[in-house]
């Protein structure tokens, strides 16, 4: 038992001695490494900009004045800021924003509002042609061919309404949380004769 303890306290030992000469010879080349760069590039001028120079001694051409931290945390007066925004959209954008849902929501409801005005004609007309999708013996002329285009037409815009007011309802929140100014959200009306 006690060869095997020796042999590997010798093979231990042999581990220790390469891992020290691997880490000696790499921390060698970093240093030479290391020196050669820093020989090849010649100092700097380490000065910072406004430090008084002792070279030459004389005082600089151009005194410079005191400013002092007031006059540092104020805007200049000559500033003139741009247009005021809000999570970085204008006045303009945000009532753009606001019109375009608007427009868009009248339009759909124009369209529901012609498709159920036909359907309308047709059931109080009866002009459900010879063509009916009824049962044999029923006198249910609602279910025509036409009425099915304008029923899902209605459908359809029903469902583009929900969406475009749950798209207004988005945007109301967001300019809830920019803080936009209510007179940003008013949709401007063309007053047409």
Known sequence: MQRR????EARRDT????????S???????????????????PGDFSVTGEASESDGSPSPVPVPEVRLESLLKLPSSWKGGEEKRQGLSAGQWRA?????????????????????????????????????????????????????????IRGGKERLTNIRRRERSLHIEADIAGVPSTWRVVPTDSAP
Do not use: C, Y
């Open 24 to 42: 000696g010879g790499l921390f060698s080349v970093v240093l030479v490494w290391g020196a050669a760069g820093w020989a090849a590039d010649p």
């Open 15 to 22: 581990r220790r001695i390469r891992v020290a000469l691997v």
């Open 97 to 153: 924003r606001f019109s375009e849902l608007a427009e868009e929501r009248l339009a759909v409801e124009q369209e529901v509002d012609e498709a159920r005005d036909e359907l309308d004609g047709m059931v109080e007309g009866g002009t459900g042609g010879p063509w009916q999708m009824a049962a044999p013996g029923s006198n249910n002329t609602e279910v025509t061919p036409m009425s099915f285009k304008h029923r899902e037409l």
């Open 5 to 8: 303890d020796s042999g590997r």
